[in-house]
């Protein structure tokens, strides 16, 4: 891809996350990502977010009348036209603290890149009874890290404004529509494994270990993802959603998050 100026969205609306995720997320893109960029936040709430912050208003639905589930909301960045905005973008989700280099993520051609989200998680072999089940979700996209050009892929939006109760019946979650559509186009490619990890699974010692060694960043990692439990404000305070699961010393995860 060439070095033009990149685009780098994320989402933020209801009270779950409030403006320091946004304006620690940009901070960390700054840091780590060389080439020229926008960091703009959709959201239906823009108080508090730093200069560093363009904000847009969350992309209209245009659901059909009666249906009003917006939990697939990420989808509408799908759409054809995009408050007029171009080029290629990376999404990153707010839940997520950047450790390394960004360039690498704009250095191919691929028309789409994604976390494989089996790669977040340990290998569940009771999935294996329903072996149709279980390559579908072995294929599936984890979407807190996706990048894609504006205006492209349209199709997974227009599929689900189409008849969005059959996809919300079909499917549990927006990232397995998605990424069904993804396939069914020849567009699902994932990134390297090393770089989007696990705090839980990668970083944190498994098991009793845990008591004995804190926790590390793998070797490549250049983004630390919080798939499942801990979330990422437990994690940062020590918390590790279960009792034979520390925390121990995350400073270099403190400093990263933290630092100005």
């Known amino acids: 891809m060439s070095d033009d100026c990149v685009l780098i969205l994320t989402m933020k609306w209801g009270t779950l996350y409030g403006p320091e995720y946004v304006n620690r997320l940009a901070e960390g893109v700054r840091k780590h990502l060389a080439r020229p960029h926008r960091f703009i936040c959709f959201?239906?709430?823009?108080?508090?977010?730093?200069?560093?912050?363009?904000?847009?208003?969350?992309?209209?639905?245009?659901?059909?009348e009666g249906h009003q589930d917006t939990r697939w909301q990420k989808l509408s960045l799908f759409s054809s036209d995009l408050f007029g905005l171009t080029g290629t973008a990376l999404f990153l989700d707010l839940d997520l603290i950047v450790m390394g280099d960004l360039d690498s993520f704009f250095e191919d051609d691929a028309p789409f890149r994604i976390i494989r989200d089996d790669t977040l998680f340990r290998p569940k072999p009771l999935r294996k009874l329903n072996a149709a089940r279980d390559q579908f979700?072995?294929?599936?996209?984890?979407?807190?890290?996706?990048?894609?050009?504006?205006?492209?892929?349209?199709?997974?939006?227009?599929?689900y404004l189409a008849d969005p109760t059959a996809a919300t019946t079909g499917y549990e979650i927006s990232q397995q529509f998605q990424s069904a559509q993804l396939e069914k186009n020849g567009h699902l490619e994932y990134w390297p494994e090393e770089w989007c990890v696990s705090f839980k699974n990668k970083c944190v010692p498994r098991g009793f270990r845990s008591f004995i060694k804190d926790p590390t960043l793998p070797e490549g990692a250049k983004i630390v993802v919080f798939a499942g439990e801990p979330k990422m404000h437990d994690a940062l305070v020590g918390k590790g959603g279960k009792w034979y699961r520390r925390i121990g010393d995350v400073d270099w995860l403190k400093k990263a998050w933290e630092a100005p």
């Open 43 to 64: 959201t239906d709430d823009d108080s508090g977010l730093s200069d560093a912050v363009e904000a847009f208003p969350l992309p209209v639905m245009n659901l059909p």
């Open 137 to 159: 979700l072995a294929s599936v996209g984890n979407s807190s890290v996706f990048r894609y050009k504006i205006g492209e892929h349209q199709y997974i939006l227009e599929t």
